[in-house]
């Protein structure tokens, strides 16, 4: 069994992770899910309050900016963003759609796998899909997600849809390093815009965009 403070430590992620990917949650919802008493959780949640990792307002626990100053320091130093900017700028402006960097993330307790979104170039329709980054999303029946697991399809891409969403379709290509797939480049839309037609133009245009980018991994330093 492990020691108290380890528990407690465990305990208090396993919280700060549920107001995180909740984005806002009551004392009830934060034990819930965390799966504590709610005397726990609320002994935990003003610990990390103090600290500054969760704030508490009318409607509940949201994160606290010291979440917020770590998440942009630790995508600061995530060289793919730097390789997937222009590439994804080039998506946005060839499909007018939002273009997306997915990785993996971390397997939940009940052994589900999940993927999250670290990069986004906003889509320019006044009706578009809107940033994720930060949130974790289920890698099964995912766009992402069948990347994610590896899958490198025959025509360079794989295009789900209603996978998170109702009525919006995904359109994924992998970024291979080494004998790995380390990221999914995708193009989201509202599905009423793509045609069958349209995500096979847009597929093919997510796959050289990820070929663009494993060739300047590979490139050596000038």
Known sequence: MADTSTRTVERALSLL??????????????????????????RLLRTLETAGFVRKDDDGYRPGMRIVQLGAAALSHESLIALAAEPMKRLVAKTGESSYLNVPSRKMPEGEETGIYIAIEEGTHSVRHTSWVGRSIPLHGTAAGEILHGAIPDDGYVVVSNGVEPDVTAIAAPIVMGSRVVAALSVVAPSYRISDDDAAAIGRLVADEAQTIMDQHAAPAA
């Open 17 to 42: 992770g549920a107001v995180c990917d909740g984005g806002s949650l009551t004392l009830a919802e934060a034990s819930r899910q965390a799966e504590l008493s709610a005397s726990t959780a609320l």
